[in-house]
């Protein structure tokens, strides 16, 4: 499905990854973790099309600079950290706007009978069907971002990019998204590829993990495979003791 080789990409002539290569396969799930500035986001926006790069992303048999935003539209949805909201749609027409690569003549068509039967499956599938009608400045951020997945899902991609999805989002919300996404992505046919702060829910929801750090792949393999001192270079602390602190508050609850 994704086959990167020797990717290098950056920002004004500063190359942020570098030499990066992995497969990804439909049906696996990648949880990319590193601290700020190590490239994570960097990578979901060079394999999402909006980078030009040195190396090769391909994305089902294709090169991703190969291919119009149109055709990526149909095989990714990118699910970005939610910011302002300045133009306030209803949450109906906002997940219809993930329905422009199925018309034939894009935005300027009249969505037809089955369009808007997906928008409402779509609503329905993420719990906020019963927030149609009401415009987007109005939803919390809970709210706003099982909207906004809808909107990914009417796209109907085969896979998800996720940048800091749970960010202002409480941990109810943050549980419910996530296990929606594992369930969404359990048929084989689909995957999710996340970009996280939190290394907890990396671990706990994704069953492959992607260290980097400064532009590079410090660990590529199974959540139960990484090790302690790996953790501890990519985050440049002690990432386990952290997280046996905070298990232990809990506990103590």
Same mark, same amino acid.
């Given at each position: 499905?994704?086959?990167?080789?020797?990717?290098?990409?950056?920002?004004?002539?500063?190359?942020?990854?570098?030499?990066?290569s992995l497969k990804v396969s439909l049906g696996e799930?990648?949880?990319?973790?590193?601290?700020?500035?190590?490239? %994570?986001?960097? !990578? #979901?926006?060079?394999? /999402?099309?909006? &980078?030009?790069?040195?190396?090769?992303?391909? =994305? $089902?048999?294709?090169?991703?600079?190969?291919?119009?935003?149109?055709?990526?539209?149909?095989?990714?949805?990118?699910?970005?950290?939610?910011?302002?909201?300045?133009?306030?749609?209803?949450?109906?027409?906002?997940?219809?706007?993930?329905?422009?690569?199925?018309?034939?003549?894009?935005?300027?068509?009249?969505?037809?009978?089955?369009?808007?039967?997906?928008?409402?499956?779509?609503?329905?599938?993420?719990?906020?069907?019963?927030?149609?009608?009401?415009?987007?400045?109005?939803?919390?951020?809970?709210?706003?971002?099982?909207?906004?997945?809808?909107?990914?899902?009417?796209?109907?991609? %085969?896979?998800? !990019? #996720?940048?800091?999805? /749970?960010?202002? &989002?409480?941990?109810?919300?943050?549980?419910? =998204? $996530?296990?929606?996404?594992?369930?969404?992505?359990?048929?084989?046919?689909?995957?999710?590829?996340?970009?996280?702060?939190?290394?907890?829910?990396?671990?706990?929801?994704?069953?492959?993990?992607?260290?980097?750090?400064?532009?590079?792949?410090?660990?590529?393999?199974?959540?139960?495979?990484?090790?302690?001192?790996?953790?501890?270079?990519?985050?440049?602390?002690?990432?386990?003791?952290?997280?046996?602190?905070?298990?232990?508050k809990l506990n103590a609850l």
């Open positions: 499905m994704l086959d990167i080789k020797n990717l290098r990409t950056g920002y004004d002539k500063q190359m942020v990854l570098k030499d990066v799930n990648l949880c990319i973790l590193g601290s700020n500035g190590s490239g %994570k986001t960097t !990578l #979901l926006k060079a394999i /999402s099309g909006v &980078l030009q790069y040195e190396g090769s992303i391909v =994305l $089902f048999g294709k090169e991703v600079s190969e291919q119009k935003p149109i055709e990526l539209s149909k095989k990714i949805a990118r699910l970005s950290q939610m910011t302002n909201i300045y133009f306030p749609y209803t949450v109906y027409d906002t997940v219809m706007l993930g329905r422009y690569n199925q018309l034939s003549k894009n935005v300027f068509e009249k969505p037809a009978k089955l369009h808007y039967e997906y928008v409402d499956y779509c609503l329905h599938a993420v719990g906020a069907y019963e927030l149609k009608d009401r415009r987007i400045n109005t939803l919390s951020g809970g709210q706003l971002q099982k909207v906004l997945l809808a909107r990914a899902l009417a796209q109907e991609p %085969k896979v998800i !990019l #996720l940048d800091e999805p /749970s960010n202002h &989002l409480d941990l109810k919300s943050q549980m419910e =998204l $996530f296990t929606f996404l594992a369930e969404w992505s359990a048929d084989g046919e689909h995957s999710v590829i996340a970009v996280l702060h939190d290394v907890l829910q990396g671990l706990r929801f994704f069953d492959r993990l992607l260290l980097l750090r400064r532009g590079m792949i410090q660990f590529d393999g199974s959540a139960d495979a990484v090790q302690y001192d790996q953790l501890k270079n990519a985050y440049g602390f002690d990432v386990v003791a952290y997280l046996k602190q905070m298990q232990e």
